[in-house]
């Protein structure tokens, strides 16, 4: 049974410029949150996505977007890029309100 | 914004010793977690402590949480040099709503 997996492993991005990051939930779970976290620090919670529409928002800018799939893997996007948005962006999958499992993470770095 | 803070930001200890760090936050919670990260990719889950316990154990991990201090503790007894990681707590307010709330992290190092 595969476990969260997220895409990209590392990315590196100029100033200005999109990005989308990647996340497929584990097996048999339906909803997606993602996190930010920055060097040194603990995860930010940006929003979760259940049933393809965004459940909850943390305290991000509308640059961060996301999208969820009808096979619940979800995309988080980040437009107009800065320098501060390089950073370990983790995914996390659930079911039915119980224990959230974590992805790798996808390392963000802004140029 | 972080929840709250983790105390100590790191702790350097010998294999086999016990280690403990502690968590405050601010708000009231549903739940508290426990987290465990090895070199900055993703964060494993350790141990779910309720608002109406006060002990939780699970295997040499033990947790405990005071709701009128607003703090928990978590104590990783006989320590082995595959324990060095961070360790963060992380707190959910709503229940099942898992907008958790993560402190800052105790970086972790086990010297052999």
């Known amino acids: 049974d595969a476990g969260v997996t997220q895409s990209p492993t590392h990315l590196i991005k100029t100033r200005g410029q999109q990005v989308t990051l990647r996340c497929s939930p584990k097996?048999?779970?339906?909803?997606v949150s993602w996190y930010q976290q920055a060097l040194g620090q603990g995860p930010q919670f940006i929003f979760q996505?259940?049933?393809?529409?965004?459940?909850q928002r943390g305290n991000f800018p509308d640059r961060f977007s996301g999208h969820q799939f009808p096979n619940y893997s979800s995309e988080l996007n980040v437009n107009a890029l800065l320098l501060g948005d390089s950073a370990l962006y983790l995914c996390?999958?659930?079911?039915?309100?119980?224990?959230?499992?974590f992805g790798p993470g996808t390392r963000l770095t802004v140029t | 914004s972080q929840q709250g803070e983790e105390d100590p930001q790191a702790l350097s200890i010998q294999e086999g010793e016990n280690a403990t760090m502690n968590c405050s936050y601010k708000?009231?919670?549903?739940?508290l977690q426990w987290y465990r990260q090895n070199s900055g990719r993703g964060l494993v889950h350790l141990i779910l402590i309720r608002s109406n316990e006060r002990e939780k154990h699970s295997g040499r991990l033990r947790v405990t949480l005071d709701t009128s201090k607003k703090s928990s503790s978590l104590l990783i007894t006989a320590s082995r040099a595959a324990d060095t990681a961070s360790y963060f707590c992380?707190?959910?307010?709503?229940?099942?709503?898992?907008?958790?709330?993560f402190g800052q992290g105790t970086r972790l190092t086990i010297n052999p």
């Open positions: 992380a707190t959910d307010a709503n229940q099942g709503a898992q907008k958790l709330v």
């Open positions: 097996s048999g779970h339906d909803t």
């Open positions: 996390a999958s659930s079911s039915h309100r119980v224990q959230q499992y």
């Open positions: 996505y259940y049933e393809e529409e965004e459940r």
């Open positions: 708000t009231s919670i549903n739940n």
